[in-house]
């Protein structure tokens, strides 16, 4: 049989199982850049040079090992997926079925499910083997579970994948090393410079397109530094894990004015879009630790983002969407103020974050979620607005990753799937972690008055109107019990200097 396989722009990978049993000799590769695709939300230019580049590199593969290759460029303005499919069956009516691996978004799986009935012939859409956890196992782990907490999970996939193990017992008798982990920023350590990717004729031809046919959408590609294939991807986890994973765990959670990236992997764009297999990074910096190169707290650490909690949150969407879309548990409506956009804060973190992602498409883990999506819990910013920004932001972000780290872990706002507690934190958590208070006109030691940092009243505020149901969490209850303890008048001029700070949330 004749198959037309479509390839999406973040299945890039041979081990993908639309193409792991498919032949040059029957089968043919579509690909397509469509604006349906890439313009659902403002996505970052670097997102859309990343995959646009990647996929044309992957077809020039996928053509040099014999295969028939059917490339829709965005320029070629066939507008959507189904499109590029019939526009294929239609000049080359030879196909007995169309084949795909599942998509990683839930409106993108809802849509393929008509195709069928459209196109004419059968449209077989293959679960996505890339990831380590089937979509059968975590539902039978789910539906165990009175809470799905990471940590159970997690410890279930070590011992089922067999990883950092010593027979059945976890390497150095403990699940998990945080406690060794998560140092803040003083800038005492030097942070190697990473490998950067010269920029070849077809990431050239890509980048340029980009600039004329999204030129409203954010990015700076004048800094455009990505992997664009297998290899090279290959070649930055490489010096990752020689140089950068030793330590990963220390810095994990520090914030730090001298760099955008610490000592994270800067993978995320890779795994998701198919140039890494996430067994193979765990396999190598397992095998780093093994070999002495890594300290134990830092390998556990880093295989824990991979193997628990990607696995883990690509888990819960699937296993709560349709619904999880829809959940706001404090009512969030506030619309997301224009320096979001920008970045032309004068709060220093949100300032520095939110500049990089614009630029780059890229901000670490702590800068998401403590800088970010702290603000935007504290604030009380809409959830829809807030996770169609980070969706369109990272380089990383399909619907699968970002919705449950947006709406679930950052903005608390799944009704505790996720968390057992909002990571609501103050100015002076942000401080601790690194340094970028010292370069801010806010003060993370006031709470009210022009010179405070705004979070601090609007954590307090944040308590203060969920003060009830706060209170019924027992993981709250000093938070909370601190709060009540405080004299009335105080607890209102706090509450009240929050509220202007809300009003007046665009000059900030
Ligand atoms: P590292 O810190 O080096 O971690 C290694 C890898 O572990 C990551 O590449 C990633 O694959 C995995 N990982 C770590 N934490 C998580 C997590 N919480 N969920 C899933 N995988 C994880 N990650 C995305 O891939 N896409 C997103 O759109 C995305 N949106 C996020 C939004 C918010 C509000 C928050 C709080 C987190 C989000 N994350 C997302 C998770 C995490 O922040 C990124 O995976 C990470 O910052 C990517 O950078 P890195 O490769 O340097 O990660
Ligand atoms: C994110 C994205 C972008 C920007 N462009 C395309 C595209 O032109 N063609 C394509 O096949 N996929 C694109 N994607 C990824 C999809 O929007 C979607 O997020 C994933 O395919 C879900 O697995
Ligand atoms: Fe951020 Fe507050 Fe520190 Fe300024 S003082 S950098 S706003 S935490």
Redesign the pocket.
């Known amino acids: 049989t004749k198959r037309l396989i ?6 890039l990978s041979w081990q993908q199982p639309a193409l792991s049993d498919s032949s040059p000799d029957t089968d043919t590769l579509v ?10 939300v403002r ?1 970052n230019k670097h ?2 040079a990343f ?2 580049a990647a ?1 044309r590199k992957f077809a020039d593969q996928a053509r040099s090992k014999g295969y028939s290759v059917r490339y829709f460029t ?1 320029d070629q303005q066939v507008k959507t ?1 189904l499109e590029a499919v019939q526009t294929t069956l239609v000049s080359q009516p030879i196909f007995d079925a169309v084949h795909l691996c ?4 839930y409106r ?1 799986k809802r849509e393929i499910e008509t195709w069928a009935d459209q196109l004419g012939v059968p449209c077989v859409v293959h679960e996505d083997r890339r990831f380590l956890c089937s979509h059968t196992e975590f539902k039978a782990w789910a539906d165990r579970q009175k809470t799905f907490r990471m940590e159970y999970f997690y410890r279930g996939m070590r011992k089922r994948l067999n990883v950092l193990m010593d027979d059945d017992q976890p390497v150095g008798g403990q699940w998990n090393y945080d406690a060794d982990n998560r140092s803040g920023w003083r800038n005492k350590d030097v942070i190697p410079k990473r490998i950067e990717f010269p920029i070849d004729a077809t990431t050239q031809t890509v980048i340029n397109t980009v600039e004329q046919c999204f030129s409203d959408h954010p990015g700076d590609l004048t800094q455009f530094s990505y992997a664009t294939d297998a290899t090279q991807a290959q070649a930055h986890l490489a010096q990752f894990i020689q140089n950068f994973l030793p330590r990963f765990g220390q810095y994990q959670d520090a914030l730090a004015e001298e760099s955008t990236t610490l000592f994270h992997g800067l993978i995320g764009l890779y795994l998701n879009a198919g140039l890494l297999e996430p067994a193979d990074v765990c396999h190598q910096a397992e095998a780093a630790y093994r070999a002495g190169s890594a300290p134990l707290a830092a390998t556990e650490g880093f295989i824990r983002q991979i193997i628990g909690w990607r696995e883990y949150v690509r888990g819960i969407y699937w296993y709560h969407m349709p619904r999880y879309a829809t959940l706001n548990t404090w009512n969030a409506a506030r619309p997301v103020p224009s320096w979001f956009w920008s970045g032309n804060t004068q709060m220093r973190c949100l300032h520095k974050s939110i500049q990089q992602s614009l630029a780059t498409g890229y901000a670490h883990h702590i800068q998401r979620l403590m800088v970010i999506g702290n603000f935007s819990l504290l604030a009380g910013l809409s959830v829809s607005e807030v996770c169609d920004w980070y969706l369109a932001m990272y380089v990383d ?4 990753v970002e919705l449950p780290n947006t709406l679930g872990m950052a903005l608390n706002a799944d009704d505790g799937i996720m968390a057992s507690k909002p990571y609501a934190a103050s100015g002076k958590y942000i401080a601790k972690q690194g340094n970028h208070c010292q370069q801010c006109p806010y003060d993370p030691k006031l709470t009210t008055g022009p010179k405070a940092c705004p979070y601090n009243s609007l954590y307090w505020r944040f308590i203060d109107r969920h003060l009830d149901s706060l209170s019924k969490n027992p993981r709250m209850g000093l938070i909370t019990g601190q709060w009540r303890k405080r004299a009335a008048d105080e607890r209102e001029s706090i509450v009240q200097w929050a509220d202007q700070l809300l009003d007046r949330m665009e000059s900030l």
């Not at 479509?6 to 299945?11: K, N, R, S, V």
């Not at 397509?32 to 313009?39: D, I, L, M, N, S």
């Not at 599942?102 to 978004?105: L, Q, S, T």
């Open positions: 479509l390839i999406l722009a973040d299945q690909f397509a850049e469509v604006a349906q695709e890439a313009t659902y996505h997102k859309i995959l646009f996929m965005i997926l599942e998509p990683g978004e993108l972000a399909y619907e699968w």
